[in-house]
Nanobody
Framework: QVQLVESGGGLVQTGGSLRLSCAASGRNFSASAVGWFRQVPGKEREFVACIDYNGAGRIYADFVNGRFIASRDNAENTGYLQMNSLIPEDTAIYYC?????????????????WGQGTQVTVSS
C-alpha cells in the first residue's frame, strides 16, 4: 500500500515562495503520475498540477499562470511543487496524490493514494 507524506507548507507573505514535497513509500511511484490538489474549507477540492511518470509531461490549472512548477525525483520517490509569486487566494490545504495512470491527468478518480495534506497560508 502506498503512503504519501507532504511537507513544506507554512505561512508566507504575498509574493513569496514555498516548495512542497511529497514523499512516497510503497511500490509503483516511478510508474505513476503524481498530482497536486488543494482545498479551502467549505469548498470542493480543486486540481493544481500533475506530472507524468518520468517527469517529461506536466499540466497545470489555469490559475497557476506560470507560477508553480511540478517536478519529481524517482530515485528518491518524491514529488515536488515549487510555488512562486504566491497570493492570498493560494491559501489552502495542499494534497499530493499518486495516480493509477502514467500520463498526466486532472481527474480525481485517476488518483487512488492521497497524502494527509499540508497547510499553505499566504498573508496580504
Amino acid at each position: 500500500q502506498v503512503q504519501l507524506v507532504e511537507s513544506g507548507g507554512g505561512l508566507v507573505q504575498t509574493g513569496g515562495s514555498l516548495r512542497l514535497s511529497c514523499a512516497a513509500s510503497g511500490r509503483n511511484f516511478s510508474a505513476s503520475a503524481v498530482g497536486w490538489f488543494r482545498q479551502v474549507p467549505g469548498k470542493e477540492r480543486e486540481f493544481v498540477a500533475c506530472i507524468d511518470y518520468n517527469g517529461a509531461g506536466r499540466i497545470y490549472a489555469d490559475f497557476v499562470n506560470g507560477r508553480f512548477i511540478a517536478s519529481r525525483d524517482n530515485a528518491e520517490n518524491t514529488g515536488y511543487l515549487q510555488m512562486n509569486s504566491l497570493i492570498p487566494e493560494d491559501t489552502a490545504i495542499y494534497y499530493c496524490a499518486q495516480a493509477t495512470v502514467i500520463w498526466v491527468t486532472r481527474r480525481e478518480t485517476d488518483f487512488n493514494s492521497w497524502g494527509q495534506g499540508t497547510q499553505v497560508t499566504v498573508s496580504s
